[in-house]
């Protein structure tokens, strides 16, 4: 079993910075592909950003590629994802999620643990 807390969300204006940090419970967390989701309202939630266990491959949605950057520290059990040049349209909750698979990318049904969700809000 794995819990996650997100954490870092808030408001910024457009062009403005963000950096969400998700912090998992048990020993096995470099065991793990981790990745970014976000929801916004009245949409489907979407893939943001992907890192594989060994933290070597990294995979991110056109929409930030470029602004955003995924990394992980499997000492820390932290997985980060730091936003960069946010945009009025990136908007959303945040969620993070750990897979066992350690062929999960970009799928949400290849995630097994979720988090509760920050929500980031940019200002135009």
């Known amino acids: 079993q794995v819990q996650l807390v997100e954490s870092g969300g808030g408001l910024v204006q457009a062009g403005g910075s963000l950096r969400l940090s998700c912090a998992a419970s048990g020993r096995t967390f470099s065991n793990y592909n981790m990745a970014w989701f976000r929801q916004a309202p009245g949409k489907e939630r979407e893939f943001v950003a992907a890192?594989?266990?060994?933290?070597?491959?990294?995979y991110y949605a056109d929409s930030v590629k470029g602004r955003f950057t995924i990394s992980r520290d499997n000492a820390k059990n932290t997985v980060y994802l730091q936003m960069n040049s946010l945009k009025p349209e990136d908007t959303a909750v945040y969620y993070c999620?750990?897979?066992?698979?350690?062929?999960?990318?970009?799928?949400?049904?290849?995630?097994?643990?979720w988090g509760q969700g920050t929500q980031v809000t940019v200002s135009s």
């Open positions: 890192i594989k266990w060994s933290g070597i491959s990294t």
């Open positions: 999620a750990a897979a066992r698979d350690t062929r999960a990318t970009m799928t949400s049904s290849q995630y097994d643990y």
